[in-house]
């Protein structure tokens, strides 16, 4: 990792059709290639696990930000989206406004969606596969 950079990786759950949307979306967008991707369902995220257990209670999206001082900073419910549109920068940093709203009101209207995501959007049998393209993105 160089001196001044930092990982951003998103977990995201790999059956959800709206996590995969997302993805997806930031895939596109992401045009400086920053983020990497993991499913929840993978072997990554296990390591994670491993470091911190108490992101097993959490099964959406959680974004973890690694600095190159070895810091972390975990940012799950709405901090994680909103920090991600703001990352990629142009319109999307206007998604940065969200954060005047308290973090228990949009907190309680991201888990509400991630609650009923399910019903709303879908669910596939397995986890998205990137494309060639992508490949190097997304981590196991």
């Known amino acids: 990792m160089a001196e001044n950079s930092e990982r951003i990786t998103l977990y995201f759950d790999g059956v959800c059709n709206l996590c995969n949307a997302w ?4 895939v596109e967008r992401d045009k ?62 206007v998604a940065k406004v969200f954060r005047i709203l308290p973090a228990f009101v949009r907190d309680a209207m991201y888990k509400l969606i991630a609650r009923l995501r399910y019903v709303l959007f879908g669910k596939k049998e397995s986890c998205r596969l990137p494309t060639p393209e992508e490949r190097a993105l997304f981590l196991p």
Request: proline share 5%.
């Open 23 to 26: 993805v997806s979306f930031l």
């Open 32 to 93: 400086a290639r920053r983020f990497r991707y993991a499913p929840l369902q993978g072997e990554t995220f296990q390591k994670l696990l491993a470091e911190e257990p108490a992101l097993g209670a959490l099964d959406s999206l959680i974004v973890v930000r690694e600095k190159a001082d070895g810091t972390r900073q975990i940012l799950t419910h709405s901090a994680g989206p909103i920090f991600l549109a703001g990352e990629l920068g142009g319109l999307w940093s």
